[in-house]
């Protein structure tokens, strides 16, 4: 049996465990803050000859009096959601850095944001579908939003907004002739992280997140006792029950958690960027070039790590 002391030893101290961390904490910061910056570096706007400007010369033959900037609003609509990845990312990064408890379970339900977000922003940036279709993307968009905020019912003004948005879905919808079943329109419906992230992140090959991942990402999020049980059920094990010391096992923080999940980010992060860089015709700055380049690297060592199965620094709280 292994027991508290014995655990204790082999651990790395808070500060020198921020320090392990460093690199990727610091790549990721720096990539969330170049992929935020990006619009501002454009002026934002699209490049002459994206596909994101044709969209705009396109759009009236789309707009209705109500609604008469169709394109404009879904590149807004990603666009804004691409902003909302990039400093979930960052706040990953921070919670690595300069957590001063843990990050035992913070960084789960950081991630968990990201992975639900990340496809949907991508579905909407996604630069190469027709216009029709991205609008109709943004539509659902739109209706999935105003369908959360009628639940306010507590408050009357946000229950009416959230008619009022719906019913000028609706118009829109009805005067381009479409077809909507709840919240598909079209054959569109929005994406879930729990099928779509791996797709999204790492190609089309790739199957949905294993469910048991997924439920421990939720119940973190949710302070479920069986997502903290889990995060603490290997040590329990190895400690000795009859160790005075060692009634409960110390709280461990692992290299390798934050890693796998800061890299899951990143590659969803990164998706999105991608995509809204190719509809816009946006170059990628240096420091997002750089700095992504330096998540690869970490990466490829992980895998490797993780491939010869070497133990990974922990960090005793």
């Known amino acids: 049996m292994t027991t508290r002391a014995e655990i204790e030893a082999d651990a790395l101290s808070d500060a020198e465990f921020r320090e392990h961390m460093r690199p990727l904490s610091s790549a990721l910061g ?4 170049a992929m935020a910056a990006q619009p501002e570096l454009h002026r934002n706007l699209p490049s002459h000859d994206s596909r994101a400007m044709a969209e705009l010369a396109a759009q009236s033959q789309w707009a209705i009096a109500e ?18 990845v990039a400093e979930h990312l960052a706040a990953y990064a921070a ?3 300069g957590a001063s408890v843990g990050p035992r379970f913070a960084h789960l339900a950081t991630a968990r944001t990201i992975f639900e977000t990340a496809p949907i922003a991508r579905w909407l940036l996604e630069p ?16 999935k939003s105003a369908n959360e905020l009628g639940r306010m019912q507590h408050e009357p003004r946000l229950v ?17 002739g479409w077809l909507v079943k709840g919240l598909e329109l079209g054959g569109e419906s929005l994406p879930a992280g729990k099928t779509e992230f ?8 790739f199957v949905e997140l294993d469910r048991t991942l997924w439920a421990i990402m939720s119940g973190a999020q949710h302070g479920s006792w069986y997502a903290l049980a889990d995060g603490l059920r290997a040590e ?6 009859l160790d005075p010391t060692g009634m409960v096992a110390p709280l461990m923080v692992t290299s390798e958690n934050l890693t796998m999940f800061g890299i899951m980010c990143w590659h969803g992060c ?25 998540i690869e690297a970490i990466a490829r060592d992980f895998v490797q790590h993780r491939r010869s199965k070497s133990s990974s620094p922990d960090a005793a709280l």
């Open 67 to 84: 609604w008469n900037e169709p394109a404009r609003n879904a590149h807004s609509y990603g666009s804004m959601l691409a902003y909302f």
């Open 30 to 33: 720096k990539y969330a803050k």
């Open 160 to 176: 009416s907004q959230s008619q009022l948005n719906r019913e000028r879905c609706a118009r829109y919808i009805e005067a381009q």
């Open 128 to 143: 190469r579908i027709p216009l029709d279709k991205r609008i109709k993307r943004s539509i659902v968009y739109r209706l």
């Open 95 to 97: 919670i690595i850095d």
């Open 198 to 205: 791996s797709k999204v992140a790492f190609g089309a090959s």
């Open 236 to 241: 329990r094990l190895e400690v000795d029950p």
């Open 270 to 294: 990164s998706a999105v960027a991608t995509a809204r860089s190719e509809l816009m015709g946006w170059s990628s700055s240096t420091e997002m070039i750089a700095s992504g380049e330096a």
